[in-house]
C-alpha cells in the first residue's frame, strides 16, 4: 500500500515507523519519570525505564504480531523484533534473568501457534543469546569508545542465524532472506545512530542543568535548585498531605575567617562543609538534598519528614560541622554553625511563607549566642 498509493517504499516507512515507536517511548517515560519522581523520589530512574520499557515494547510486539498471527506471513514484523531486542538489551540495558524469558516466549509462540514446529524453539534459544549477547555489548561498551563494530557485528550474526531459521520454517526465496537482512542491518544502524544523538543531547542537558544548579566552588545544589526544588515539594506535599521539613544553617563568624586567613582558607572551609554534610546525608536518607543558597548559608530539605523526625539526622549533621575544624597553610581553622528548623504548616500559603520561619529559627540562634539549634 505504502509504494502503490504514496510511492514510498515499504522499508522506507518502516524507518519512520521504528523511529516514531521510540521517539514516543522517550517521551513517554519522561513524563512517567517527572510524575514518580514527585511522588516516590526514591525510585530510582533506571528502574522506571526498565519496567515501562519492557511492558512497552513487549505490548508493541504482540499487538504487531497479533494482526499477522497464524498465516502465512507471519514472518512480515519479525526485523521490528530484533529492534526491539536491541532496544530493551542494549540501548536500555535491561537485564532480565533467564527464567523470565520463558513467559515472554511462551506467550509469543502461543499467539503464532508455533510449538510444534523445531525451528520456533531453536529461535527462541536464539533470540535469548541474542538479548544475553547485546547485555554483555552493552557492558563492554562502558569501558571503550569505539563500540559500534561489535555492536554491529553482534547484530549481524544472529540478525543472519534468526532469518535462515525463519526462511526454513516459511520455505522463503533467497531474494526475501538477503532482503530482509538487508533492511534490518539498515534499521540496527539507523537506531544507533538515532538514540547515540538522543542520549548525547541528553547528556549536554544534563550537563547544562548541573551547571545551571550547581555551586561552581562547593558542587553542591545552589539557590536555583534549591527553588525548582521546593516548589515542587511543597506543592505535593500539601496536595498528599505529607511532612516536609527544612534545615537552614550558616557558618558562626565566616567574615572574620575570610579577614584572619584569607578567602582562599574561607573557600576550604565551605568545600569541607558540603562535603562533611552530604556524607552525613549520604549515610542516612538519599531523599534529602543539601543545597548552599548564600554565601555561608546552606538549606537542608527534609521531605516526609515532621519535626520530631528530623531530630535523627539534623543533630548529626551539627555535631559534625561544630567538631570539623580545618588545616591551612600549617593553621588550624574552627568554626561553629548555627541552625534553624521547621515543619511546613498548613498556615503556609507558598514556599516563602515556610521559609522565613525557618529563617527566624535561625536567626534566633545567631542572636542567642550562636552555635545552636532552634527548632520550632
Request: glycine share 4%.
Amino acid at each position: 500500500m505504502t509504494w502503490s498509493v504514496w510511492q514510498v517504499t515499504p522499508v522506507l516507512t518502516s524507518i519512520f515507523f521504528i523511529l516514531g515507536v521510540f521517539t514516543l517511548y522517550v517521551v513517554s517515560v519522561d513524563w512517567l519519570k517527572s510524575q514518580i519522581r514527585l511522588r516516590f523520589p526514591v525510585i530510582k530512574e533506571h528502574l522506571i525505564e526498565s519496567w515501562f520499557g519492557i511492558i512497552y515494547i513487549l505490548i508493541f510486539v504482540y499487538s504487531l504480531q497479533l494482526g499477522i498471527a497464524r498465516q502465512n506471513i507471519s514472518w512480515l514484523f519479525m526485523n521490528f523484533q530484533l529492534i526491539a531486542v536491541i532496544f530493551c538489551a542494549y540501548f536500555l540495558a535491561i537485564h532480565v534473568p533467564f527464567r523470565a524469558f520463558w513467559p515472554i516466549v511462551i506467550v509469543f509462540m502461543w499467539i503464532n501457534s508455533s510449538f510444534s514446529y523445531w525451528e520456533s524453539w531453536i529461535y527462541s534459544l536464539a533470540i535469548i543469546s541474542f538479548y544475553r549477547s547485546m547485555n554483555h555489548v552493552y557492558r563492554w561498551s562502558q569501558k571503550s569508545n569505539n563500540v559500534f563494530p561489535i555492536y554491529f557485528t553482534t547484530g549481524t550474526f544472529f540478525g543472519m542465524v534468526l532469518w535462515f531459521l525463519v526462511k526454513i520454517k516459511f520455505s522463503l526465496s533467497w531474494y526475501i532472506f538477503v532482503q530482509e537482512i538487508s533492511y534490518f542491518l539498515i534499521f540496527q544502524t539507523l537506531l544507533y545512530s538515532y538514540i547515540s544523538m538522543l542520549n548525547k543531547n541528553q547528556r549536554l542537558k544534563a550537563n547544562l542543568a548541573h551547571s545551571a544548579h550547581s555551586d561552581a566552588l562547593t558542587q553542591a545544589k545552589n539557590y536555583a535548585a534549591y527553588a525548582d526544588k521546593i516548589d515542587s515539594l511543597f506543592q505535593n506535599s500539601h496536595h498528599n498531605q505529607l511532612h516536609l521539613s527544612m534545615m537552614m544553617f550558616d557558618i558562626d563568624h565566616f567574615k572574620h575567617i575570610n579577614d584572619t586567613y584569607g578567602h582562599l582558607a574561607g573557600d576550604k572551609v565551605l568545600q569541607q562543609v558540603v562535603d562533611v554534610v552530604q556524607t552525613v546525608i549520604n549515610e542516612n536518607d538519599s531523599r534529602i538534598e543539601l543545597y548552599r543558597t548564600g554565601g555561608e548559608e546552606f538549606n537542608v530539605l527534609l521531605p516526609s519528614y515532621d519535626l520530631d523526625e528530623t531530630q535523627k539526622i539534623v543533630p548529626q549533621i551539627f555535631n559534625a560541622l561544630n567538631h570539623l575544624g580545618i588545616d591551612f597553610n600549617g593553621q588550624h581553622i574552627d568554626f561553629t554553625v548555627s541552625v534553624g528548623v521547621s515543619e511546613m504548616s498548613k498556615k503556609d500559603d507558598d514556599p516563602n511563607d515556610f521559609y522565613k520561619r525557618v529563617d527566624e529559627n535561625l536567626y534566633h540562634s545567631k542572636t542567642n549566642g550562636r552555635m545552636q539549634i532552634t527548632a520550632r
